[in-house]
């Protein structure tokens, strides 16, 4: 026997996990296209979100749902099952006083628990909840995108966390005819009703008549698109799509009853569908505990994560790749730190890049130091439109970059396009447009109504598709160099970026109608301050450092020595960027993800110089 045959057969077990079988139909048609779904039924769900709040506030009414630090001493604030209960059905008679009729209720601020409250409040009312990203408030300079969303949607209310944090924002839209409620202070000039005032309403029977007129078509929220292709769009989310959904995630991967309470810490943005909809609605459909998580994996804001790790054990733990990385250099150092992560923990969970091959082996190492057995990583896929996840990992898979099978009620159509798939969604957790644009919703679909994602994806093995299925990038970012070469960006990318870790926070790959492929990368200057030692790194120091350098035309090298004789993968010249992505010239959407096409327009210089016939000395020449 090899000592490779050897190795992986000693290494330790996955914590146990009771997976739904994968029973997936395959239906292979003559123009090449495949379409794949899960022959077992989707199990009953929810009529409406705000159902499981009341379920849980009768059944466990002392249990906690949320918790968030705050106050001086930042200690944990908590509210259970109960308290939101009353709480909510408080607000909801609010908002039917004010008489919203259907009008949306917009939350311009970040997590918290007000946040979550009027969330369900809203839905309680018949008005969808619509999060915009706090940055398009206190990010931007001009104001463009908040002004747009605001005459898209035309929201009878507006609610942010502190006045006079939004009052730029809200000075610069149209309130007339909009009530704004603030949770901490007014904001001077601005008329507004105090979210605890709004929260002490007498509740009527108006409230228990509106929840009974709920219906699984009536919209819950409006959730926008990252805008990476001009203004964002309203995405409508029903009831139906967000319910099943949440069914979707949970059939899945069933949690035990025996188990501890379900119980996650989170940052994601409420904003975004993968933490307002795939992170929050489970744990609350579930009687479960989510811990709002105010740290980030950025510089400076990650110390607040390794706070609440030390004292929150979760049994689920999702974060980004750059918050893993952040996580397990914190626990290779702090045996107690990791005790805590891993004591209840089932699985974790990835999404936003691919994780690197590196970082996934120290996470194992560390999980299996700390309990004797290895962690499933867990992923999944899908969109803003799809409520969002509609395919996942759902086995005890080694391989990153999966995106998985479709879950019991999706449809995934996958279309030839050269050597990959289009692929195209259709079932329950599919929205039925977009709010206000009637024109943009005609245009989703196919002509069997199949959802149009734009994403591209590969089979494992095409022999076996239930091997599962591999990203591969967005259809339109795919451009070919002079030489007709075809290069896939979306993998190339993501590949890319985990070669070059820690250093590379994230990336643009340029090459269109160019002789070889070109990257421009954005430090990771929380890894790139670790590295050397010096905590007062900033940009400018990080992208001339000579180890950060080194560490970064080292790992493209090793990337390039692993595609060695595919010049479709093959990185010619690279640069370190000092400027971050912008908000505002669209290079970054809300959701942190990087617009590839705005990126290189922006950055056009800096693309000429990649191609330079002489390159400046900060430009990293590797063939």
């Not at 944090?165 to 809200?170: D, H, P, Q």
């Not at 995934?412 to 977009?434: A, D, F, H, I, Q």
């Amino acid at each position: 026997m090899s000592g490779s045959a050897a190795a992986v057969m000693t290494k330790p077990a996955f914590r146990k996990i009771e997976w739904l079988a994968r029973d997936i139909d395959v239906e292979r048609r003559s123009d090449g296209t495949v379409v794949l779904k899960s022959r077992i039924p989707l199990q009953a769900y929810e009529k409406h979100i705000p159902a499981s709040l009341a379920k849980w506030a009768k059944e466990a009414p002392e249990r906690i749902w949320l918790a968030q630090r705050g106050g001086p001493n930042r200690e944990w604030r908590k509210v259970s099952y109960g308290e939101a209960k009353r709480t909510v059905d408080a607000l909801t008679q609010g908002l039917l006083n004010l008489g919203l009729d259907g009008r949306p209720v917009a939350i311009l601020s970040g997590n918290s628990i007000e946040h979550a409250l009027m969330t369900q409040a809203a839905m309680q009312a018949r008005s969808p909840a619509a999060p915009v990203s706090p940055a398009y408030s206190l990010m931007s300079h001009d104001h463009v995108k908040l002004k747009y969303l605001f005459d898209l949607i035309k929201p009878a209310v507006v609610m942010v966390q502190d006045g006079p944090t939004f009052e730029k924002a809200l000075k610069a839209i149209e309130l007339t005819g909009v009530t704004v409620v603030h949770v901490a202070r007014p904001c001077e000039g601005i008329k507004s009703v105090s979210f605890a005032e709004l929260a002490a309403t007498p509740v009527t029977k108006d409230v228990e008549e509106s929840i009974a007129k709920i219906t699984p078509d009536t919209v819950g929220k409006l959730l926008f698109t990252s805008g990476s292709t001009g203004m964002p769009k309203a995405v409508i989310n029903t009831q139906k799509m967000m319910c099943a959904n949440a069914a979707m995630m949970m059939q899945v991967r069933p949690r035990s009853p025996d188990g501890p309470v379900a119980t996650m810490l989170d940052w994601m943005p409420w904003n975004h569908t993968m933490g307002g909809n795939a992170a929050f609605h489970p744990i609350l459909v579930d009687g479960g505990t989510l811990y709002i998580d105010d740290g980030r994996p950025m510089p400076g804001q990650f110390e607040e994560t390794l706070r609440n790790l030390r004292e929150i054990s979760p049994t689920y733990y999702a974060n980004v790749p750059a918050g893993y990385a952040a996580l397990a250099a914190a626990m290779e150092k702090d045996d107690a730190l990791c005790r805590s992560f891993f004591k209840n923990l089932s699985i974790m969970a990835y999404g936003g890049a691919r994780l690197p091959d590196d970082l996934y082996d120290r996470m194992q190492a560390l999980a299996v130091k700390t309990t004797g057995e290895r962690i499933v990583f867990y992923t999944g896929w899908g969109s803003t439109e799809t409520a969002p996840t509609s395919t996942g990992t759902y086995w005890d898979t080694e391989r990153v970059g999966l995106i998985g099978l479709p879950f019991p009620g999706v449809e995934l159509k996958m279309v030839p396009c050269g050597s990959k798939y289009e692929l195209r969604l259709r079932g329950v957790n599919v929205t039925p447009g977009y709010f206000g644009q009637s024109e943009l919703t005609k245009k989703m679909f196919d002509e069997e109504g199949f959802y149009c994602i734009g994403d591209a994806g590969i089979f494992v093995d095409d022999a076996d598709p239930v091997k599962g299925i591999i990203f591969a990038g967005r259809v339109v970012e795919d451009f070919k160099l002079t030489t007709g070469t075809f290069v896939h960006v979306g993998s190339l990318r993501t590949d890319a970026i985990a070669a070059a870790t820690p250093v590379v926070h994230d990336a643009l790959v340029a090459g269109q109608d160019r002789p070889f492929i070109g990257l421009l990368a954005w430090p990771n200057l929380h890894a790139c301050r670790q590295l050397v030692g010096n905590p007062e790194l900033s940009f400018e120091d990080a992208v001339k450092h000579p180890e950060i350098v080194a560490c970064f035309k080292r790992g493209l090298e090793a990337h390039n020595r692993e595609c060695e004789g595919a010049s479709s993968r093959i990185i010619a010249r690279a640069m370190l960027m000092v400027e971050p992505p912008s908000i505002d010239g669209n290079e970054l959407t809300d959701k942190g993800y990087i617009n590839q096409r705005a990126g290189l327009e922006r950055r056009a210089t800096l693309v000429e110089r990649l191609y330079a016939d002489k390159p400046d000395e900060d430009v990293i020449v590797l063939r």
